[in-house]
């Protein structure tokens, strides 16, 4: 079942805001069956709307359309719709009660509001229990067209509740089956040659497709069809075998959310030492809710002073070695864990970029500690010269390099 | 100058990625005098690049393709344009130098990564020197199509370095003109009544449009052609004029930018204490180069037993008020300024939520304490119900409430 996605916007076309829409409806769509084929973005304009009808019918079984539908006058989706399905718009009382039920608890009805009980003739109207703008879907030559809201969490609650279980009724779709395995130690390319044999033997159908973040590779075994489970885990099996200890782990997930796991599991505490992370690790780790039942702290010492301050970081070790050495790492790591009282630290000090670099010592190099009660370990990392990505793969490595010596 | 932007990728199809590359394009082409009039997303599949490449080409006059570009199978783009095109791969030695150049630092190269320095032979070929995919450029029947990587700080680094200035030299679109005004203490829609009179009043071609951040609103001003740049500064004054001490600053940058900048002027440091922040205004004020001439560090103290032991709030405080408090956020703020030895300090302490909320404290719950060597100022801001915005908000309040001090 071919869908495509349509957000209709001048806000997004303006770069004013991140279409995060076709995401989620494209991550539920595919978990549903449906092949999202491909999802645009258009203005509020009637004419590029039809246009688009019009392609998209060529294509597709299922057109999903968000926006477009809010009481102002700029908002132009449902008139259009009738214009390009020949009907016209009429009052409908049952929508005016369910508008009613949904502002009654905050507002008073405006006329504004009121119109929005205007809903095309000839289509079935669809009750939207969280706003006051109603969903109109369309069935035209075997086809399906939908209009939602584009407020978030309007378009979620309608999708999850309305939309998903009618199309799956109607379309019955192949389930779409997938395993994530998120590799560690190998770049894109690296990884792609080492699975060369096992993709060229996959059976018809099945697919492989490589995502890389800074330091890790997610990887994508999928197909479709409940028929080809036992298909699918018995070359889960054989990646399992080609990739062994560079697995680190077998689910959708960023590092910060897997260490997180793996420390509430382990009843464990973390904190960290940033100096070329700058608070980043700090930063991801607590965007997670819930992260304060591991994490207790970090020490940001951008400046040699606070390394020796707050971590007690031999001012020696700065002088011989530098700030940007395996000495002050396992001291920043060994301060951390101390002054934090943690179980668990990552340390961090490189040269993020773009200046600050020596030949001995270029743009991108940087030293990492973890230590886990203990144990300790110092690796040494030649990043890149942009800072950006620099930051982020440094964070990334040592949330890895930590999960690693939690086994 | 009608530009489309198409995005290549099955990651964005099955909903495992958000676009953000559309948006950030669409702002920078918007603001460089293009029209961006349509975006999409295809899959990794040939026949509908083509497709949308003839399109698109009836529509508009440059289109910009992000995406597979990378070394392994699942990325055709390449091979797809020179099918679409009509032309072939051929090695390119400068580009192999330029992957040598890129990768020289971090890594050897393998075959796959040699692979890279295959280009269309018929099209004008622009070195990615963030990376290792390079760019190419066609020009057909006086259109532009572009096709460059989709990993985003490879595609930033050469829309801005690369793509728009050749762009802009090429098709000359009328200049942009704008203004842009950092505003504080207003919501977008107060804001928006507020100058109700103001945007009625706005000669024909100019718009105000409203880009709200947490906490900010970014105002932006502008109409298109450079004879109209006298009303442009006409009407700059009115704004000025409407918002008075409102205006934080009239320059398009980020809160992080513009204190950077004025500690860095005025000869200041920065350390900061953060609780519900975790170490994001850490990360943010890292995030630009040279940070390390004002900022010297932070102390992220998510646990209670931090902020007593290393910042040395009272115990009795802690106690008496609860961590979320007055009497915290000023003793953090204290802690901060003596241990990390700076001239000013930013310390937040709330509930990012979306549990720990009470009756008396809700989620979005937060004090912030700026000092400014012996100045200081502790508010308490109620931010909203999500955890990435009430960090994000009370991240950017904090730097406004510091920048408000320094004056």
């Not at 970029?353 to 203990?374: L, Q, S």
Request: a negative charge.
């Amino acid at each position: 079942m071919k869908t495509a996605i349509v957000t209709i916007g001048d806000e997004i076309l303006i770069g004013q805001i991140v279409d995060t829409n076709s995401a989620w409806m494209a991550h539920k769509l595919t978990l549903a069956g449906f092949e999202v084929t491909e999802t645009q973005s258009i203005g509020d304009n009637a004419k590029q709307i039809k246009d688009t009808i019009d392609c998209l019918s060529g294509r597709v079984d299922v057109i999903l359309m968000t926006g477009g539908l809010g009481p102002t006058k700029d908002d132009i989706t449902k008139k259009t719709l009738c214009e390009y399905f020949g009907t016209e718009l009429a009052f409908d009382d049952s929508v005016l009660e369910n508008i009613k039920n949904v502002i009654s608890s905050f507002t008073s009805l405006n006329e504004l509001t009121r119109n929005q009980a205007y809903v095309p003739k000839d289509c079935v109207v669809i009750q939207n229990k969280v706003g006051t703008a109603p969903i109109t879907w369309f069935d035209y030559n075997g086809k399906v067209l939908v209009s939602m809201p584009g407020v978030p969490y309007e378009m979620r609650y309608v999708m999850e509740n309305e939309i998903l279980p009618r199309l799956q009724a109607k379309f019955d779709p192949e389930a779409y089956l997938k395993r994530v395995f998120i590799v560690r130690g190998y770049t894109e390319s690296a990884l792609a040659m080492h699975l060369e044999d096992f993709e060229n033997n996959l059976p018809e159908g099945f697919g492989l497709a490589y995502l890389p973040s800074p330091g890790l590779v997610k990887l994508r075994l999928f197909v479709r069809g409940e028929h080809r489970l036992d298909e699918l885990d018995e070359h889960v099996k054989k990646l399992q075998g080609l990739l062994g200890e560079a697995i680190l782990a077998e689910k959708d997930l960023p590092a910060e959310k897997l260490l997180g796991q793996r420390l509430f599991e382990k009843g464990l505490t973390l904190g960290t030492a940033e100096s070329c992370t700058g608070g980043n690790i700090a930063h991801m780790i607590t965007s997670i809710p819930g992260s304060s039942n591991y994490f207790k702290g970090s020490v940001v010492s951008y400046a040699n002073e606070e390394k020796i301050n707050i971590l007690h970081v031999a001012k020696e070790s700065l002088d011989k070695f530098g700030a940007v050495s395996e000495a002050v790492a396992i001291e920043m790591a060994q301060g951390a864990q101390r002054i934090l009282n943690v179980d668990c630290s990552i340390a961090t000090t490189g040269i993020a970029g773009p200046a600050g670099g020596t030949e001995e010592k270029p743009v991108g190099t940087v030293w990492i500690c973890t230590r886990y009660k203990d144990k300790c370990v110092a690796q040494k990392y030649q990043l890149g010269r942009y800072r950006e990505s620099n930051i982020i793969r440094a964070s990334n490595l040592g949330m890895v390099q930590l999960l690693d010596m939690l086994g």
